[in-house]
């Protein structure tokens, strides 16, 4: 089997932004909560530090950086969180400013993963005990939204020389097919639309769209919208393959010890839905592999850390070790396979607030990054 594409999610929180300006404060951006973070039990590795510093990703100089790491430790690409609203982009400087406009902007693949979800104020959430927080902006989006969205993404993205393609295709993921469909009115207006989003860009010169559909059986964040049958959807949709975004979307997190879980376990949760998938699915499945899980700094540092639903969930701390048993999970996966143009995933380059960053620390240092490069080489 040739070597996989190993491509990291990325999540531009780490710059500010015009709407949490609004909403948060003039020179909020996310790593305001990395840095608050504390211990919440005994051994919690929390705050953790980026080695690199708190740099504002939106400027070249720190993509560059970030784009330098990558091809050094074998990422062939990031898979951006891409968010579009009913009134247009947001997050956007981070792609934008710091990736696209780095130097060596060429030397890595990107592509864009459309978290379509809704979007709460968990920056931080303020107690478990007060139920689902305020909505800052509605995930499901309807035509009108959804258009100016594929022909900003024909036109500012897909034909830049560095975006992935499959076939020629350009790459373009899809977070949650429920809200899709929601927001567009139906699956057959959502079949409607997506069409017209490949034959927008078949006028544009590309053989088409592939896309992407990111899978999951549970619900992690407030509000998410699961589907019942993805099999079914998949095929009607027009999708072209499937991949996996965490870990904890494939295994409830009530069913772990709290507040410190095992990660073997829910790697084996995960990979048993991969095998599900894989056999049920029409169109390759790619696999994921997660670093790690802790979203206690999305918590009010003030507040008992209780179980209870995101982000109050258990933290998974995972080795160095852990995570190549991951990789080499998801590299046997694909042996056994065959996908064509085989892709492993991985959450994420750096959800600090989340606990799963490839990003080096000052605790495990390049640990991870290295793990890419002793089962996948460059």
């Known amino acids: 089997m040739e070597r996989p594409k190993v491509l990291a999610y990325y999540f531009p929180g780490w710059h500010r932004d015009r709407r949490n300006a609004r909403w948060f404060g003039a020179d909020w951006d ?6 608050a973070a504390t211990p919440r039990f005994e051994g919690h590795r929390q705050p953790r ?47 934008d400013e710091g990736l696209l406009s780095a130097a ?12 379509n979800h809704e979007l709460l104020d968990i920056f931080p959430h303020a107690d478990p005990a007060q139920g689902t927080p305020r909505k800052l902006k509605q995930g499901a989006i309807d035509r009108a939204a959804f258009e100016k969205l594929g022909r900003h ?3 500012n993205y897909f034909s830049r020389p560095n975006y992935l393609t499959v076939a020629g295709r350009p790459w373009f993921s899809i977070y949650e097919l429920g809200n899709l469909i929601c927001g567009l009115g139906g699956v057959e207006a959502a079949v409607d639309a997506l069409r017209w989003f490949d034959q927008e860009a078949k006028r544009a010169g590309h053989p088409g769209v592939h896309f992407d559909a990111v899978v999951w059986g549970i619900a992690v964040l407030p509000e998410a919208i ?53 056999a049920e699915l ?51 996966f694909l042996q056994r396979h065959r996908p064509p143009a085989p892709i492993v995933t991985v959450n994420a380059w750096n959800e600090w607030t989340e606990g799963s960053a490839l990003l080096p620390d000052t605790h495990h240092r390049y640990a991870f990054l290295e793990m890419i490069l002793e089962v996948f080489g460059r």
Do not use: C
């Not at 993509?63 to 947001?90: H, N």
């Open 30 to 35: 996310e790593w305001q909560l990395l840095r």
């Open 49 to 95: 530090i980026p080695l690199q510093g708190y740099a504002d990703e939106a400027t070249p100089a720190a993509a560059e950086a970030q784009i330098d790491l990558a091809t050094r430790y074998g990422v062939d690409g990031f898979l951006v969180d891409y968010y579009w609203y009913d009134d247009g982009p947001y997050l956007q400087a981070a792609l």
């Open 104 to 115: 060596n902007s060429d030397d890595v693949q990107f592509a864009l993963m459309w978290a």
């Open 153 to 155: 993404v024909i036109d």
């Open 226 to 278: 699961t589907v019942d049958d993805p099999q079914r959807l998949i095929r009607e949709l027009g999708f072209a393959s499937a991949t996996s975004y965490v870990w904890v979307h494939h295994a409830d997190a009530r069913d772990f010890d709290f507040p410190v879980a095992n990660i073997g376990p829910m790697r084996e949760a995960a990979f048993a839905e991969y095998e599900k998938f894989a």
């Open 282 to 332: 029409d169109v390759p499945f790619y696999p994921n592999v997660t670093v790690g899980w802790d979203a206690s700094p999305r918590t009010d540092q003030a507040a008992p850390f209780d179980r209870g639903g995101y982000p109050w969930t258990p933290v998974w701390d995972s080795t160095p070790a852990d995570f190549r048993d991951g990789l080499l999970a998801a590299k046997d």
